[in-house]
């Protein structure tokens, strides 16, 4: 059992600092404030490589796990590119991994090295506006048409569908009543996003406004059989495969942001001068921030664990979830000490931490709420009784 990187994370870690170290908080302030993709940013880590590390050596990846993903992730984060920088390389980084799981030879080769060489790049079509984090209710529909479906529905919450030319879409294709488990009937598909068929609106929101959020009206997609992955009605089984891992990566990103935080606010509590002395001399202010520290810590240990349970192949949902929940409750409140540390400069948008706050809402709020998590475990780990 180690609680260190190895050497290959190391390097890892070192390799992505360089590049982040291209875009300081000055970029990521700018595309705050214009609403911009970071296409810079993404350049730079698709020319490195980036985006295949966990993608199968034969198709151009790495061939490593989520616990190196995650290194990745959370770096970027940490550096001050945050929920901006990680989520717009984030779906491209463990979207596949149903293809990985589940696709045919054919789908590998014509799906994954375009995405890891940067010249595809996915949404991800799952929530919806009246099912919420009941996904089983969803209701956007495949209809089966010879060798091809024609799908119809609404998605909401589709990040980086304004710039996507690819969509990793779940659907029912078999009626909800018809099905003895709400589970059953659904089916996945890994196609291209044709705006003829798609109307993509933009959501505007409170943070994060580099990459995008929208909600995706589908109307009569047709989608061939050949971009099916897995079995008809095995959609949900399929779609587990990338559940798991977006919540170790989404887990690493709070953390990364959450440091970075602290880091701020504490270099501040140690520079601002009031009554001749600095305001980290004052426990009211040190001891908040060494609290956030530990938390932060506890919560990045759960995250490697969740990662490397995944890596070796073992049940991993409790430690993924619960990865999710502990670095977005440090994190939030390390980024609302931040502000509060900074006082009335930490509601200014040069000093950046009030970006900051606003960001770490997205792992709060998603991509499954901080009191479903509770329930799951209490249900799964404690064998309560289900509460809902």
Not at 78 to 88: F, I, N, Q, T, Y
Not at 329 to 337: D, G, L, N, R
């Amino acid at each position: 059992m180690n609680f260190y990187l190895d050497e290959q994370q190391l390097v890892i870690r070192h390799a992505i600092e360089k590049i982040c170290d291209q875009f300081d908080d000055d970029y990521w302030f700018a595309r705050d404030a214009d609403g911009e993709f970071p296409e810079e940013f993404v350049k730079a880590i698709t020319e490195g490589g980036w985006l295949g590390i966990a993608m199968p050596e034969e198709y151009g990846g790495s061939g490593l796990g989520i616990t190196e993903t995650a290194v990745l992730a959370h770096t970027i984060a940490r550096s001050g590119a945050g929920m901006s920088g990680a989520s717009a390389v984030h779906l491209n980084l463990f979207g596949p991994n149903p293809i990985v799981v589940f696709g045919t030879d054919d789908q590998k080769s014509r799906f994954l090295p375009p995405l890891i060489s940067g010249n595809d790049r996915a949404c991800f079509g799952v929530t919806e506006p009246d099912a919420g984090l009941n996904t089983t209710r969803l209701q956007t529909r495949a209809q089966r048409d010879g060798d091809h479906y024609v799908i119809n529905g609404r998605k909401m919450w589709t990040t980086t569908a304004q710039t996507a030319n690819k969509i990793l879409l779940i659907a029912r294709t078999k009626d909800l009543e018809d099905c003895v488990k709400p589970t059953e009937g659904l089916t996945l598909f890994y196609t291209d996003l044709d705006r003829e068929c798609v109307e993509v609106r933009l959501i505007e929101k409170m943070g994060r406004k580099a990459v995008d959020s929208n909600a995706l009206f589908i109307d009569n997609l047709v989608v061939s059989r050949e971009d099916r992955i897995g079995e008809e009605g095995d959609g949900w089984k399929c779609l587990l495969h990338g559940l798991n891992p977006e919540r170790v990566l989404l887990a690493a990103e709070a953390v990364g942001l959450g440091q970075v935080a602290l880091k701020r606010a504490s270099n501040y509590a140690k520079e601002r001068i009031v009554f001749d002395r600095s305001i980290g001399k004052n426990q009211s202010i040190q001891h908040p921030l060494a609290v956030n520290w530990m938390e932060l810590e506890a919560a990045e240990l759960m995250v490697y664990k969740a990662a490397t349970l995944y890596d070796s192949g073992q049940p991993c949902g409790a430690e993924a979830n619960a990865a999710k929940y502990l670095a977005a409750e440090a994190a939030f409140k390390a980024c609302q000490q931040a502000v509060r540390t900074h006082g009335g400069m930490g509601y200014a948008k040069e000093f950046h931490v009030e970006r900051y706050l606003r960001e770490i809402m997205i792992p709060v709020l998603a991509p499954v709420s901080q009191e479903l998590v509770k329930s799951f475990i209490g249900e799964q780990v404690l064998g309560q009784e289900k509460s809902y």
